[in-house]
């Protein structure tokens, strides 16, 4: 009853405006905005008649009127057909409360998010108190070979220590060499020892990190493996610079041609004057004759090494006072020509 109520109500409102129209153009009035001063001044209605043909003749009224007439059929409407809720929720759930009959068979991205923040937590919490979990096995494990290579491989600060606890000096030649600053390949079984040591601290670094990162595993892998690869980096610049220590047969052979090239120094190199490094190179392999083939199997000795040790020279027994250019060329020592004249001749 209602229902047909409204829609009577829209109904007549409509028919009501539409007719107010027709009357109008059926009477034919001339709109109130197309008629003339001339048109104007000849009609001169009063009474109920002026304010009835301003009523039709004005727009603004007629919209006034069709206006008021779709208010009150929206008043009459009856609540049923205003049922639905026009306002949207911002996500989907599964079921809509307010209106039973609407539902969605999925789950919505809101209950995953949450469902997957609670399974993370869950994972966290878990990491937190038992760091030697699977998920911590490989990151702890990427950590041991980062701090390996970072730490100088097998020229660690902890190699010495633990083989001066474990082993006798006197008995090993290793670490009598160690001890004394240069490099030695310990035992196989030394170095399987050292490497439980740096798995330990692996997983110390990982449980360390853990803490501090609230038990998220991956951003510790994450961590690891950056660390890892600048491990390497720095183990390769350490190769190629030379940086690694010397072993005692690279010691002893740096031992003698320093000694070598002071002899030569004090019988071919005067203070004075200047000379090119080539010049230097080819006074000290005619000095030395088993180093005059610098492709020799027996002494092998490259031009970059003897310049090395004109540099030391310099700096050890000459105090600095010569200089190089970027082009090669010596300013404060020059080679002693005559002393090679009367070498040759010799």
Partial sequence: MQLSLS???????TSAAFQLGLDSRSAGITPFHQRSQFQLSLQK?????????????????????????LLSASILTPTVARAFDRSFPD???ESDKSVSVVSIGGRSNAQQRATAAKEKEKAMKKNLINPFSVDDLLPSLV?????????????????????????NEEEAQWLKDRNAGLFAAPPFEFL??????FVVLGFATQFALLQLAEGDSVVCFQLAGVALIWGGFFEIGRLASGEKRATREEFDRRLELKDE?????????????????????A???????KYRDPESTEYPLTDLEINKLLRMWNELENSGKAE????????GIEINKDADIIASRL
């Fill in 283 to 289: 006074a000290f392999r005619r000095y030395n004759a």
């Fill in 45 to 69: 209605p009063s009474g109920n008649d002026e304010q009835e043909d301003n009523m039709l003749n004005n727009p603004i009224e007629r919209r006034q009127a069709l206006r008021t007439a």
């Fill in 91 to 93: 996500e989907l759930t």
């Fill in 7 to 13: 829609y009577f109500a829209v109904a007549t409102a």
């Fill in 324 to 331: 190089m250019t970027s082009s090669g060329f010596w300013y």
């Fill in 143 to 167: 950590w041991s070979g980062a701090l390996w290579f970072l730490s100088g491989s097998r020229s660690n600060p902890l190699t010495t220590p633990l083989g001066n606890l474990l082993y």
């Fill in 192 to 197: 399987v020892l050292l490497g439980l040591v």
């Fill in 261 to 281: 090239f002071d002899e030569f120094a004090k019988a071919r190199i005067l203070t004075s004057g200047n000379c090119h490094r080539s010049d230097v190179i």
